[in-house]
């Protein structure tokens, strides 16, 4: 806290499903956010009834980066965050701890605490996911080229969608966000973040 680092706290276990479909989401957003050598740290508190073994197979599963960690003190740290399921998320910055944060409002919640260079932007075009695919809609009387972006923020594809045409995307990985970035003919640029379900 004092030098001024922001931590994500993921209270999770092993053998829970919801953990297992969550934990590649704060990875992307680990990975994103400097891999722990920028402004914000990313924590795996794992439930105490989990031994390394279970771990280990956990983090070679999810392929995860971010430690986590099994500590002797476990069930002292679940009762000091009152976490009585998993998984859940925490935020921890300039010393206040955040409510319980679902893991599609992570990088919103960290706008309060540094600024990130995603920002989450209404635009024009009707952006939206379903089933594992991405919906872009162009209302605009112009083209519009849409590049979209892992949160890593590699480009994975770049389109041109003509005036009053939709795209879809698939193949995209779900419970991942991605980022689309618009560019209209006359210079507007707009983005957006979106959870692929």
Not at 94 to 99: A, I, L, P, Q, R
Not at 168 to 176: A, E, F, G, Y
């Amino acid at each position: 806290m004092a030098d001024g680092k922001t931590v994500l706290l993921s209270f999770f276990q092993t053998d829970c499903g919801t953990c297992i479909l969550e934990a590649p989401v704060i990875d992307s957003i680990y990975i994103q956010f400097g891999s722990g050598e920028e402004e914000l740290l990313v924590w795996g508190i794992v439930s105490p009834y989990d031994g390394l073994t279970e771990i280990e197979e956990f983090i070679v599963n999810t392929e995860i980066t971010y430690p986590c960690f099994p500590t002797g003190h476990a069930e002292d740290v679940f009762a000091y965050y009152d976490i009585s399921y998993t998984p859940q998320v925490y935020i921890v910055c300039d010393y206040m701890v955040s409510e319980s944060i679902p893991f599609f409002q992570i990088v919103e919640n960290l706008d309060y605490c540094f600024p990130t260079e995603i920002k989450n932007i209404d635009i024009s075009p009707d952006v939206y996911s379903n089933f594992e695919q991405l919906y872009i809609n162009n209302p605009y009387g112009e083209p519009v080229i849409v590049s979209i972006y892992d949160i890593t923020g590699r480009q994975i594809n770049r389109i041109n969608i003509n005036p009053q045409q939709e795209q879809i995307i698939d193949n995209l990985k779900p419970n991942n966000i991605y980022i689309v970035n618009i560019l209209s003919e006359s210079g507007v640029l707009t983005n957006k973040k979106v959870l692929i379900k």
